[in-house]
């Protein structure tokens, strides 16, 4: 179900508003180009070739559960059961199917790995209070194809995975005057309690947003309504066709998207932002694979707010938003606030634009290196107010790099001292001096560059902020 519109109606004062928060209007559908043209793939893939910075992960082929689990359990075992025993050592196979919410399933094959937990066998970290034959023993509800829900208002017709917190279904609706056969995607919660309280908070955080904009013009998914079924919180929302990820294995694998397109995901991206920070709220998982967009491809919806949080609820957590799109505020154990996901939206607009993940750290602490050598050194300030900053920083300020022996495959500690970056977005993004750029996209790509920089300030102070944002160069065309 795409946005709704005004019509052409009279401008109102609160229609004044928005069109001096968006700046640039939004793209019409026969100006929109995904993919890119000819000249702008070919200085991408040169660019690419050239690169210093490593191995490069493509953002197409990246399972984004697959970091999220790991930490989950990080969190789980460690921070809130604070059961660690290091003399037991148990080995276990995960080989769980963990999909990204609402976007159309894909046959894409899972990854199977291993990996080592410490951790005393014990009862399981969240009691299920609800469980019944319609729950697998996680909780998540079994879905069958073809079932009626809510006294046969909907039924469903297709699966679209599941995440930590839910799984989703598509579903048509069946008794709805006037409505019958229009599609809707249906999120239903695990059926255990911490998970329903979860869902309940979710449904108070979007039912706040749906008020503060009742002409659906900021870009976050619209919950319709919600219901149980089977001792299962149920989330009604409007149906949207895939993800970003989707989008750029689709139009842009390895080599990113138009940036013409990725300005105009930029344009409605801070206006969800902005919408979020002047409700004073946090979306905390802001990621290619948690924006919607409509079958043309031209809008986009932010989803997924099962994270999500009022800004005065600053629990320090070192797990919090998924590890690649994960603020260097949040690693270090400083307090934290709206910019966190302004740093999120940075590293997801690379993405779009390059198809690579600009920070693919193994770990908390490969995330900070990667990010001090794209953006240098953190300022003493920022370390010295740090919960973890002992667990990063020595007594000089030297980074303890946590690095892989490559004969032995244990873990050694490098002490390493980092100045300034060794491999900045310009030098990154730029084509190199043989691919000739017309005067116009140059412009365009150096804006772009300079608005990515101030995403990516270290210092969440010094970031930008979303209404600073819709007016940058890049944005406003």
Request: hydrophobic letters at 35%; one cysteine or more.
């Amino acid at each position: 179900m795409s946005s709704r519109s005004d019509g052409g109606s009279a401008l109102t004062a609160r229609s004044v508003q928005d069109k001096r928060d968006s700046v640039s209007p939004a793209p019409e559908p026969d100006m929109f180009e995904l993919a890119k043209d000819e000249e702008e793939g070919n200085a991408r893939t040169e660019a690419q070739a050239q690169d210093g910075t490593g191995e490069q992960i493509s953002a197409a082929d990246y399972d984004p559960s697959l970091d999220r689990r790991e930490d989950a359990h990080k969190r789980v075992y460690k921070a809130e059961r604070n059961i660690i025993n290091l003399d037991d050592t148990e080995e276990v196979e995960e080989e769980e199917d963990v999909d990204d919410m609402f976007a159309i399933s894909t046959s894409e094959k899972k990854e199977k790995f291993k990996k080592v937990k410490k951790v005393k066998p014990a009862a399981p970290a969240l009691i299920t209070t609800t469980l019944d034959s319609a729950s697998d023993p996680e909780g998540y509800y079994q879905v069958i194809l073809g079932e009626q829900l809510d006294g046969g208002r909907y039924q469903v017709f297709s699966s679209l995975g599941k995440g930590m917190f839910a799984n989703v279904v598509r579903a048509r609706v069946l008794q709805e005057a006037g409505e019958s056969g229009r599609e809707v995607a249906i999120k239903i919660i695990r059926s255990q309690e911490s998970m329903y309280r979860a869902g309940l908070k979710e449904v108070q955080i979007l039912n706040k947003l749906r008020q503060a904009d009742p002409d659906d013009k900021k870009h976050i998914v619209r919950l319709e309504r919600t219901f149980e079924h089977r001792g299962h919180l149920c989330l009604v929302f409007e149906s949207m066709s895939m993800n970003l990820r989707d989008v750029v294995k689709r139009f842009g694998k390895d080599v990113g998207l138009n940036i013409k397109a990725v300005r105009a995901y930029a344009h409605q991206l801070f206006l969800a932002l902005s919408l979020l920070k002047k409700a004073n709220i946090m979306h905390a998982d802001i990621k290619p694979d948690n924006i919607l967009v409509n079958e043309q491809k031209t809008l986009l919806k932010l989803c997924d707010l099962g994270s999500a949080s009022d800004a005065s609820e600053n629990d320090i957590t070192p797990y919090l938003v998924s590890r690649f799109y994960r603020s260097p505020e949040i690693i270090l154990g400083v307090p934290y606030d709206p910019a966190l996901d302004v740093w999120s939206i940075g590293c997801t607009l690379y993405e779009l634009y390059t198809g690579k993940i600009l920070f693919p750290g193994r770990s908390n602490n490969q995330m900070l290196l990667l990010m001090m050598e794209l953006k240098g050194r953190f300022n003493a300030k920022m370390i010295k107010k740090a919960k973890f900053g002992e667990m990063y920083f020595d007594e000089q300020g030297g980074f303890e790099s946590v690095e892989t022996d490559r004969v032995t495959g244990a873990d050694v500690v490098r002490n390493v001292h980092i100045s300034k970056p060794s491999r900045d977005l310009r030098s990154r993004l730029m084509p190199p001096s043989s691919v000739r750029l017309k005067d116009d996209e140059m412009k365009l790509l150096t804006s772009f560059i300079d608005l990515l920089d101030k995403c990516l300030a270290l210092d969440p102070a010094r970031r930008i902020a979303p209404k600073e944002a819709l007016i940058h160069p890049f944005i406003r065309g």
